[in-house]
């Protein structure tokens, strides 16, 4: 997955997301790839509802075999 470098994320930050990618399953991966462009679609369209819920709708999927999620 290659990512487009975003101004206001910092090279660590991009670091900490790649690690958490690599440690998704493949299943999680593909979901994620459907989401995250919907997302910033929402985002665009300045509709914050909508983009709260993909949030809401990723942090399930990344805590779905995860011990804890805050």
């Known amino acids: 997955m290659s990512l487009t470098?975003?101004?206001d994320i910092s090279a660590e930050e991009l670091a900490?997301?790649?690690r958490g990618v690599d440690a998704l399953g493949p299943v999680q991966r593909?979901?994620?790839a459907l989401?995250?462009?919907r997302l910033i679609?929402?985002?665009e369209r300045?509709?914050?509802d909508g983009a709260i819920r993909a949030v809401e709708e990723?942090?399930?999927i990344l805590c779905e075999d995860a011990e804890t999620c805050h």
């Open 30 to 32: 593909r979901i994620l």
């Open 46 to 48: 300045g509709d914050t």
């Open 35 to 37: 989401l995250i462009p």
């Open 5 to 7: 470098p975003v101004p």
């Open 41 to 43: 679609a929402l985002e």
């Open 58 to 60: 990723i942090r399930v």
């Open 16 to 18: 900490e997301f790649r």
